[in-house]
């Protein structure tokens, strides 16, 4: 699955599993790649 979203700085583009449960080291991945850490991604939730 791909995501989108236009920012000021550009466009973010995100590529996410289609199958559930996501193993780990592909949420943190994905995780940075959204331009967020870790706790900033908790903090979200």
């Given at each position: 699955?791909?995501?989108?979203?236009e920012?000021?700085e550009?466009?973010i583009?995100?590529?996410l599993?289609?199958?559930k449960?996501?193993?780990?080291?592909t949420l943190?991945?994905?995780?940075?790649?959204?331009?967020?850490?870790?706790?900033?991604?908790?903090?979200?939730?």
């Open positions: 699955m791909r995501l989108q979203k920012t000021p550009g466009p583009k995100l590529t599993p289609a199958r449960p996501v193993k780990r080291g943190r991945r994905v995780i940075r790649d959204a331009g967020l850490t870790v706790e900033e991604f908790l903090g979200l939730l």
